[in-house]
């Protein structure tokens, strides 16, 4: 496919440019100027200049200089946001300047909502927006993590990822859902939390978006501004427009970036003479016979050896396999037109590296937007991307290089001198893997367009209708090598007698037609609009895998090479789902004072049957913006505009497994007659009354402005009860089959979102500034489970979770400790103990029940592994050419609890963090923090408050320092604008996981995930 790309991009190229010239033929005379500020006269780049009743126009360069074609009796419209629109007659003038107001009031500023928009002034919903400018400020390999720390109420989980795969997760007031019948490390499942996300109309994947395509970014939040979503709106909805063609001037853009990753957390092992030592005090406290190696001969000998292929470190992967990493991304854009036809298009290439080798990912896509006025009462937009996403992590899954980088990998040296790898007595080495273990190779084609017309019916009736489609075409060749290596220190050996090939094929493919008929009519003081619509949606998933092993070499990765025997296998499915929908809804306003909203969606899908296959979501809203009544005059100087607002409504959920309502069957053989015959069964019984999961949301909120409309509050009250989660509530034995999953369970969330915004006046020295912040407070808790649970996922040394009526979703759960056992004494005294022969410096676990022993009775929350508290500071400054940018974000009330090696401070073969250095009891140690090591016994390291860290977090997410270029220079190389960056991410951290060297944005567990990097970012924008 890549190797087509240049072509198809010059031949889409050269089609814009002719559409383009087409339309600048049309114009009459060219008029040129410059447009400043009222206040203290300088440039204004980025304001929009548009001919007036048409939708022709440009936008001024950075030094507040513009040019287009218009006819000689046209009236130039200036506008840009936090500035007065001003029309000038241009008539037979060339050069017309302009002086723009600061606007003050910032009224009509529009907020995108499902299927439209609406004056943030007549909002009485909670919606959260952010501009594209914002997003591309962060140099990010995927749109979610920009989100982090800019909007009240929107938590963004940024958990790392190997490229291509990121793991940023979304959660739009909390945690409304789980699924009991899957869990991790992580705790149960919470991918049904995800918010939806519609991009220009249709349902899109935010990893699938290239983020200098993104021209705006709201957020809904409140069930008023998602019931007109549904049964897909309960986690919140994510609304994307795209940029498109603004006027008829040829606009060519060019955004690239080139960025060195490293990673931001590097675990430090023991020293070598002190892990050996911290052996011996494991070895004889466990009253095991001491291995040679830590006799006081061997620890000497390995202290004071130069040759480590003989006497190697106990561990030094981070160290050898981790490295700085480069990532670019390169997009061109160019726009234009005339009055009837505008077109976008942009390009982009992304090439990420891993700091690993052998991870990596590459992207191309294609985007095509445009948009045609057929008359003046007929549009029609058309747009189409593609993207191509390449991806390479090594075979053995993206989490089991670093597995090894902990576990069952000591004393083995990397790499020999003559290329053969060293081996850890288990026989691992990580580097190994990586390197000969085999390649893992993920190809996804994705494509998505649709086709919209819009009919002016008649003054203020408008019929849309959009018909779209996306799809996803996945390959994946996942090829295990073949190889014996022999570490020739030790003799250990490893053999991977059989290569072997799994091959996958995952498509999907979705049409969604959306139909909308709106009417809008003002008269007098009152403003009325109204929508209809009808929406349906289809979908077809297709998956087949097939396996073979014994390949004639490495280098044959041709499904059909391998043997044609027994060992083969291979699998298939196929789902098929659908959702129809009408809904509609109605806005009211009495002179932009009182203010009514009412939204209803009746949904259909195919995931539920009978009289649960339907229903209906319902939402209504009011505001009263107290500032415009006559009483409020004699405050408004003080108090600006102050609007209160509140919202009632029900969502709903339909991620729900499909065909969860069918009598399944599964495959089960039988003997009859002595002979082998397949055959079927019912395994679990079918719930045909399974229904959606629903969530009830009550909000409360104010927007106020102070200062001349500069600094503007916006504070939100919500309650959230989700209702009908699903729960496999017993059934009696006698029927002989499984529990169904029925709608039983209900979770409520409530919390409050502060957002203050303060943008600085201009001063005359060229010196701006506008500082930001929000605050996001969540408190969840499970509060019906009718009768059932407490649901446990985990074990004593992993973490362990639970779901119990009272407690918020996956709380960490455990034992209570009170230090450590000092005495043989203080242990006869106290009575309960964890383990037998109980000894000074073992965890002195808490008897919660009084029963005299530690049993699972005496466990309890301990925990909490979502956080209670989210925040964001940001501050934006500029001054003539300079711009500076500063993002902190951060968590508070969050917990993370160790495990696997981090945890078992060198009682098993594992990584021992240097933390634990000198720092373990003894006899001659008993103040020490952490208790004595025991070699194989694991009975100081079960699940309790002393493997949990508070989990809170301040980091400077990002920095950016920008130079625009003097207009005069730039003239020069006949270029509109140059900007020149340079940006860091995830500069620094205040977090207890430091000492640990974990990043605190990470779940819970071994800490196995793919690091965390820092992104040291030069950039480049360009506009010709």
Same mark, same amino acid.
């Given at each position: 496919?890549?190797?087509?790309?240049?072509?198809?991009?010059?031949?889409?190229?050269?089609?814009?440019?002719?559409?383009?010239?087409?339309?600048?033929?049309?114009?009459?005379?060219?008029?040129?100027? #410059?447009?400043?500020?009222?206040?203290?006269?300088?440039?204004?780049?980025?304001?929009?200049?548009?001919?007036?009743?048409?939708?022709?126009?440009?936008?001024?360069?950075?030094?507040?200089?513009?040019? &287009?074609?218009?006819?000689?009796?046209?009236?130039?419209?200036?506008?840009?946001?936090?500035?007065?629109?001003?029309?000038?007659?241009?008539?037979?003038?060339?050069?017309?300047?302009?002086?723009?107001?600061?606007?003050?009031?910032?009224?009509?500023?529009?907020?995108?909502?499902?299927?439209?928009?609406?004056? %943030?002034?007549?909002?009485?919903?909670?919606?959260?927006?952010?501009?594209?400018?914002?997003?591309?400020?962060?140099?990010?390999?995927?749109?979610?993590?920009?989100?982090?720390?800019?909007?009240?109420?929107?938590?963004?989980? @940024?958990?790392?990822?190997?490229?291509?795969?990121?793991?940023?997760?979304?959660?739009?007031?909390?945690?409304?859902?789980?699924? +009991?019948?899957?869990?991790?490390?992580?705790?149960?499942?919470?991918?049904?939390?995800?918010?939806?996300?519609?991009?220009?109309?249709?349902?899109?994947?935010?990893? @699938?978006?290239?983020?200098?395509?993104?021209?705006?970014?709201?957020?809904?939040?409140?069930?008023?501004?998602?019931?007109?979503?549904?049964?897909?709106?309960?986690? !919140?909805?994510?609304?994307?427009?795209?940029?498109?063609?603004?006027?008829?001037?040829?606009?060519?853009?060019?955004?690239?970036?080139?960025?060195?990753?490293?990673?931001?957390?590097?675990?430090?092992?023991?020293?070598?003479?002190?892990?050996?030592?911290?052996?011996?005090?494991?070895?004889?406290?466990?009253?095991?016979?001491?291995?040679?190696?830590?006799?006081?001969?061997?620890?000497? =000998?390995?202290?004071?050896?130069?040759?480590?292929?003989?006497?190697?470190?106990?561990? =030094?992967?981070?160290?050898?396999?981790?490295?700085?990493?480069?990532?670019?991304?390169?997009?061109?854009?160019?726009?234009?037109?005339?009055?009837?036809?505008?077109?976008?298009?942009?390009?982009?290439?992304?090439?990420?590296?891993?700091?690993?080798?052998?991870?990596?990912?590459?992207?191309?896509?294609?985007?095509?937007?445009?948009?045609?006025?057929?008359?003046?009462?007929?549009?029609?937009?058309?747009?189409?991307?593609?993207?191509?996403?390449?991806?390479?992590?090594?075979?053995?899954?993206?989490?089991?290089?670093?597995?090894?980088?902990?576990?069952?990998?000591?004393?083995?040296?990397?790499?020999?001198?003559?290329?053969?790898?060293?081996?850890?007595?288990?026989?691992?080495?990580?580097?190994?893997?990586?390197?000969?273990?085999?390649?893992?190779?993920?190809?996804?084609?994705?494509?998505?367009?649709?086709?919209?017309?819009?009919?002016?019916?008649?003054?203020?009736?408008?019929?849309?209708?959009?018909?779209?489609?996306?799809?996803?075409?996945?390959?994946?060749?996942?090829?295990?090598?073949?190889?014996?290596?022999?570490? *020739?220190?030790?003799?250990?050996?490893?053999?991977?007698?059989?290569?072997?090939?799994?091959?996958?094929?995952?498509?999907?493919?979705?049409?969604?037609?959306?139909?909308?008929?709106?009417?809008?009519?003002?008269?007098?003081?009152?403003?009325?609009?109204?929508?209809?619509?009808?929406?349906?949606?289809?979908?077809?998933?297709?998956?087949?895998?097939?396996?073979?092993?014994?390949?004639?070499?490495?280098?044959?990765?041709? +499904?059909?090479?391998?043997?044609?025997?027994?060992?083969?296998?291979?699998?298939?499915?196929?789902?098929?789902?659908?959702?129809?929908?009408?809904?509609?809804?109605?806005?009211?306003?009495?002179?932009?004072?009182?203010?009514?909203?009412?939204?209803?969606?009746?949904?259909?899908?195919?995931?539920?049957? !009978?009289?649960?296959?339907?229903? +209906?979501?319902?939402?209504?809203?009011?505001?009263?913006?107290?500032?415009?009544?006559?009483?409020?005059?004699?405050?408004?100087?003080?108090?600006?505009?102050?609007?209160?607002?509140?919202?009632?409504?029900?969502?709903?959920?339909?991620?729900?497994?499909?065909?969860?309502?069918?009598?399944?069957?599964?495959?089960?053989?039988?003997?009859?007659?002595?002979?082998?015959?397949? !055959?079927?069964?019912? #395994?679990?019984?079918?719930?045909?009354?399974?229904?959606?999961?629903?969530?009830?949301?009550?909000?409360?909120?104010?927007?106020?402005?102070?200062?001349?409309?500069?600094?503007?509050?916006?504070?939100?009250?919500?309650?959230?009860?989700?209702?009908?989660?699903?729960?496999?509530?017993?059934?009696?034995?006698?029927?002989?089959?499984?529990?169904?999953?029925?709608?039983?369970?209900?979770?409520?969330?409530?919390?409050?979102?502060?957002?203050?915004?303060?943008?600085?006046?201009?001063?005359?020295?060229?010196?701006?500034?506008?500082?930001?912040?929000?605050?996001?407070?969540?408190?969840?808790?499970? $509060?019906? &489970?009718?009768?059932?649970?407490?649901?446990?996922?985990?074990?004593?040394?992993?973490?362990?979770?639970?779901?119990?009526?009272?407690?918020? +979703?996956?709380?960490?759960?455990?034992?209570?400790?009170?230090?450590?056992?000092?005495?043989?004494?203080?242990?006869?005294?106290?009575?309960?103990?964890?383990?037998?022969? $109980? %000894?000074?410096?073992?965890?002195?676990?808490?008897?919660?029940?009084?029963? %005299?022993?530690?049993?699972?009775?005496?466990?309890?929350?301990?925990?909490?592994?979502?956080?209670?508290?989210?925040?964001?500071?940001?501050?934006?400054?500029?001054?003539?050419?300079?711009?500076?940018?500063?993002?902190?974000?951060?968590?508070?009330?969050?917990?993370?609890?160790?495990?696997?090696?981090?945890?078992?401070?060198?009682?098993?073969?594992?990584?021992?963090?240097?933390?634990? =250095?000198?720092?373990?009891?003894?006899?001659?140690? $008993?103040?020490?923090?952490?208790?004595?090591?025991? *070699?194989?016994?694991?009975?100081?390291?079960?699940?309790?408050?002393?493997?949990?860290?508070?989990?809170?977090?301040?980091?400077?997410?990002?920095?950016?320092?920008?130079?625009?270029?003097?207009?005069?220079?730039? *003239?020069?190389?006949?270029? !509109?604008?140059?900007?020149?960056?340079?940006?860091?991410?995830?500069?620094?951290?205040?977090? %207890?996981?430091?000492?640990?060297?974990?990043?605190?944005?990470?779940?819970?567990?071994?800490?196995?995930?793919?690091?965390?990097?820092?992104?040291? #970012?030069?950039?480049?924008?360009?506009?010709?």
């Amino acid at each position: 496919m890549f190797k087509n790309f240049p072509q198809l991009i010059s031949g889409l190229f050269f089609l814009v440019v002719l559409l383009a010239l087409t339309g600048l033929q049309a114009h009459a005379q060219t008029i040129s100027g #410059t447009v400043t500020s009222a206040a203290d006269k300088s440039a204004l780049p980025g304001i929009n200049i548009v001919i007036k009743n048409t939708v022709t126009g440009t936008t001024t360069d950075a030094e507040g200089k513009y040019q &287009l074609n218009a006819p000689t009796d046209a009236v130039l419209v200036f506008s840009g946001i936090g500035y007065v629109t001003q029309e000038v007659e241009a008539g037979k003038r060339t050069i017309v300047d302009a002086q723009l107001a600061a606007d003050t009031r910032q009224l009509d500023e529009l907020v995108v909502v499902g299927y439209g928009t609406q004056k %943030k002034t007549s909002l009485t919903n909670s919606i959260a927006q952010i501009s594209g400018e914002e997003i591309t400020r962060r140099p990010v390999s995927s749109v979610q993590q920009s989100f982090q720390g800019v909007m009240p109420g929107v938590t963004v989980l @940024d958990q790392g990822g190997s490229p291509g795969r990121s793991n940023a997760a979304i959660r739009v007031r909390g945690i409304t859902t789980f699924n +009991i019948n899957n869990s991790s490390t992580s705790g149960f499942d919470l991918g049904k939390n995800d918010a939806l996300v519609i991009v220009d109309g249709i349902e899109q994947r935010l990893s @699938d978006l290239n983020p200098d395509d993104i021209e705006s970014v709201s957020v809904l939040k409140d069930a008023s501004s998602t019931a007109i979503y549904g049964s897909r709106a309960t986690n !919140g909805v994510v609304l994307i427009r795209t940029k498109r063609a603004a006027g008829s001037k040829v606009q060519v853009n060019y955004h690239g970036y080139y960025a060195i990753q490293k990673s931001t957390n590097v675990p430090k092992m023991m020293g070598l003479e002190a892990y050996m030592r911290e052996q011996v005090a494991a070895y004889t406290n466990a009253g095991a016979t001491l291995p040679a190696r830590f006799t006081e001969e061997s620890i000497q =000998t390995w202290i004071h050896a130069t040759d480590r292929e003989r006497y190697p470190l106990p561990n =030094t992967w981070f160290q050898t396999l981790l490295h700085a990493a480069p990532q670019q991304n390169h997009t061109f854009s160019i726009a234009g037109g005339n009055e009837s036809l505008r077109t976008r298009l942009s390009v982009r290439y992304q090439d990420q590296k891993g700091v690993i080798d052998n991870f990596g990912n590459k992207i191309g896509e294609i985007r095509l937007n445009s948009d045609y006025e057929v008359s003046k009462k007929i549009r029609v937009s058309a747009d189409v991307n593609y993207r191509f996403n390449k991806t390479l992590s090594p075979t053995t899954n993206a989490n089991a290089p670093l597995d090894r980088f902990f576990h069952g990998s000591l004393w083995a040296v990397p790499k020999y001198a003559d290329g053969t790898y060293g081996l850890s007595t288990q026989g691992n080495n990580p580097l190994m893997f990586i390197e000969i273990g085999g390649l893992s190779r993920q190809t996804t084609d994705y494509l998505s367009g649709y086709v919209k017309a819009d009919w002016d019916i008649a003054e203020g009736l408008t019929f849309s209708t959009q018909l779209a489609g996306r799809g996803f075409f996945t390959q994946q060749k996942n090829y295990t090598n073949s190889y014996t290596n022999i570490d *020739k220190n030790t003799n250990i050996t490893k053999v991977i007698a059989n290569n072997s090939l799994t091959e996958v094929r995952d498509n999907l493919k979705e049409y969604t037609l959306n139909n909308l008929l709106t009417y809008e009519k003002s008269w007098g003081p009152h403003n009325f609009k109204g929508l209809l619509g009808y929406s349906q949606i289809g979908n077809t998933q297709t998956f087949l895998s097939a396996y073979r092993e014994r390949f004639y070499n490495n280098d044959i990765g041709s +499904i059909g090479q391998g043997a044609n025997d027994g060992t083969k296998s291979n699998d298939g499915r196929d789902a098929v789902y659908g959702l129809r929908s009408f809904f509609g809804r109605i806005n009211y306003d009495f002179n932009e004072k009182y203010l009514l909203e009412v939204n209803a969606r009746y949904d259909g899908s195919s995931k539920f049957t !009978g009289d649960k296959q339907y229903s +209906i979501f319902p939402s209504f809203s009011a505001g009263w913006r107290i500032s415009k009544e006559n009483f409020w005059q004699p405050l408004e100087k003080t108090i600006n505009d102050l609007k209160f607002r509140g919202s009632w409504g029900i969502t709903g959920n339909q991620s729900v497994d499909l065909y969860s309502y069918y009598a399944s069957l599964t495959a089960a053989g039988y003997n009859l007659g002595g002979a082998s015959v397949p !055959g079927y069964r019912q #395994t679990t019984l079918a719930n045909t009354g399974l229904g959606w999961e629903s969530t009830t949301q009550l909000d409360l909120g104010l927007d106020a402005s102070f200062l001349g409309n500069r600094l503007n509050l916006t504070v939100d009250y919500y309650r959230k009860l989700t209702n009908d989660i699903l729960l496999n509530l017993d059934i009696p034995a006698t029927i002989g089959l499984n529990a169904p999953p029925q709608n039983a369970g209900s979770v409520e969330n409530k919390g409050w979102e502060f957002a203050l915004n303060y943008r600085g006046t201009p001063a005359p020295s060229g010196f701006r500034y506008n500082l930001g912040a929000n605050l996001s407070i969540n408190e969840n808790k499970v $509060t019906d &489970l009718k009768g059932t649970g407490p649901y446990l996922a985990g074990s004593d040394i992993d973490p362990r979770y639970i779901i119990a009526k009272g407690l918020p +979703i996956n709380t960490l759960w455990g034992y209570k400790t009170d230090g450590l056992f000092q005495t043989q004494q203080e242990i006869a005294e106290y009575g309960a103990t964890y383990a037998a022969n $109980t %000894k000074p410096g073992d965890v002195k676990y808490l008897d919660l029940n009084g029963d %005299k022993r530690i049993s699972a009775d005496d466990m309890t929350a301990i925990g909490n592994s979502f956080p209670k508290y989210t925040f964001g500071l940001n501050g934006d400054f500029s001054y003539k050419n300079f711009e500076l940018n500063i993002l902190f974000q951060g968590t508070a009330k969050v917990d993370a609890r160790l495990a696997g090696a981090l945890a078992e401070m060198g009682n098993q073969e594992g990584f021992t963090h240097e933390i634990y =250095t000198n720092n373990y009891w003894t006899p001659e140690n $008993t103040g020490a923090r952490f208790p004595r090591p025991v *070699k194989f016994d694991l009975r100081n390291v079960a699940t309790s408050d002393r493997l949990v860290i508070n989990g809170s977090y301040l980091r400077l997410k990002n920095v950016q320092v920008a130079y625009n270029l003097p207009a005069a220079l730039v *003239k020069k190389i006949y270029l !509109g604008r140059v900007r020149v960056y340079a940006s860091a991410t995830n500069v620094f951290t205040i977090s %207890k996981l430091n000492e640990w060297n974990l990043d605190p944005e990470v779940p819970s567990g071994r800490g196995v995930y793919y690091p965390q990097t820092a992104l040291y #970012t030069l950039g480049l924008n360009l506009q010709f």
